[in-house]
């Protein structure tokens, strides 16, 4: 289990240091945490909403900012190109993501060519009922995603990473909170970049050896 732990502990502190430079980015990954830590409270009570949730707030508000405020050019931070940060990333990098979101974008679609979708659904009677339906296919799509990337780092990798990432997902919120609950400020105050990198994960900085352990092209 020690090497389990550690190995979480990298793949949070590699994501980190790598793709969250920007006091905006930092910003919006607090409201996303906070969003699906409502989503996983409404998710026993009423899955549908909490996708809804998850999809509609959460994830938008992630992937603002990755896609718009985090610098894509050389990293001087970590000497690190783009590319290479790419060609490294355990989980869904920017070319993964943009999949992954096109398919959410486009999910509903089925539902209007086919209100059942080969008989899952009764046909909806209505805006809410079909907004229902959306956030149960959106659900499905979220899951998918998680399950569809472990999958193929148990086979590209092992399955002990598949299962850290998986992991690493979905306690990402609680963590999040923990690394980025002062951006919102610290941005207010005029803080648009974090470059003090060394000092926000404290103890939880793994040694040396054990980072670079992480740096597989999968």
């Known amino acids: ?21 920007s ?8 409201v996303s945490a906070t969003s699906f ?5 409404v998710a026993f009570s009423d899955p549908a909403m909490a996708a809804l949730i998850g999809w509609l707030v959460a994830m938008t508000s992630r992937q603002i900012g990755h896609l ?12 690190a190109t783009d590319e290479y940060k790419e060609e490294i990333k355990v989980g869904y990098n920017i070319k993964r993501k943009l999949v ?5 974008a486009a999910s509903p679609l089925l539902l209007v060519a086919d209100p059942t979708l080969l008989g899952m659904f009764a046909p909806h009677a209505g805006p809410a009922e079909f907004i229902t339906h959306v956030g149960e296919l959106w659900l499905v799509v979220g899951l998918g995603g998680i399950a569809f990337r472990s999958v193929q780092l148990f086979i590209l990798k092992d399955i002990r990473t598949g299962l850290v990432w998986a992991t690493k997902i979905a306690t990402d919120p609680f963590h999040d909170i923990k690394l980025y609950h002062r951006a919102p400020l610290e941005l207010m105050r005029g803080q648009r970049m974090d470059h ?11 040694e040396p050896v054990a980072v670079e352990a992480s740096k597989s092209g999968v």
Do not use: C, T
């Not at 793949?11 to 430079?21: G, P, V």
């Not at 992954?100 to 959410?104: G, V």
């Not at 003090?196 to 793994?206: K, P, R, T």
């Open 68 to 79: 718009f405020f985090e610098p894509r050019g050389y990293d001087q931070v970590n000497q």
């Open 37 to 41: 830590l409502v989503a996983y409270v």
């Open 196 to 206: 003090v990198l060394d000092d926000v994960l404290g103890d939880e900085i793994v």
């Open 1 to 21: 289990m020690n090497g389990f732990f550690n190995e979480l502990k990298v793949q949070r502190w590699d994501d980190h240091r790598y793709y969250h430079h």
């Open 23 to 30: 006091k905006v980015n930092q910003s919006l990954h607090f």
């Open 100 to 104: 992954l979101l096109a398919l959410w």
